[in-house]
């Protein structure tokens, strides 16, 4: 199983970008979702998406802000930052999981990160 991200970049505060991830390899249906870290951080969590894609969990930190969503027939999902900030650059890592992405639990899989740098 692997998990392929796209997207990212570099952004003026206030702006948007829009976070791609695929499952590829694997047929069960995970829960996904987006951690990030920060340059002399440790790994923090974004948002996340059940299984079915009807429940939905975001940091407040990005509440209002970021959207998370997944296509209903395939094993991906997409997070919409809008009205980025400075304190939002990091690199963004999406995770599958069987059970639950949330903080605290471990991840079944991770993707390779992305970078995103949005400048004030």
């Known amino acids: 199983v692997q998990l392929q991200a796209s997207g990212g970049g570099l952004v003026q505060a206030g702006g948007s970008l829009r976070l791609s991830c695929e499952v590829s390899?694997?047929?069960?249906?995970?829960?996904m979702g987006w951690f990030r870290q920060a340059s002399g951080k440790e790994r923090e969590f974004v948002a996340a998406?059940?299984?079915?894609?009807?429940?939905?969990q975001y940091a407040d930190a990005v509440k209002g802000r970021f959207t998370i969503s997944r296509d209903g027939t395939k094993n991906s999902v997409t997070l919409q930052m809008d009205n980025l900030k400075p304190e939002d650059t990091a690199v963004y890592y999406c995770?599958?999981?069987?059970?639950?992405?949330?903080?605290?639990?471990?991840?079944?899989?991770w993707g390779q990160g992305t970078q995103v740098t949005v400048s004030s």
């Open positions: 998406n059940g299984w079915s894609g009807r429940t939905t």
């Open positions: 995770a599958a999981n069987r059970g639950v992405v949330a903080p605290g639990y471990a991840m079944d899989y």
């Open positions: 390899g694997g047929t069960f249906r995970y829960a």
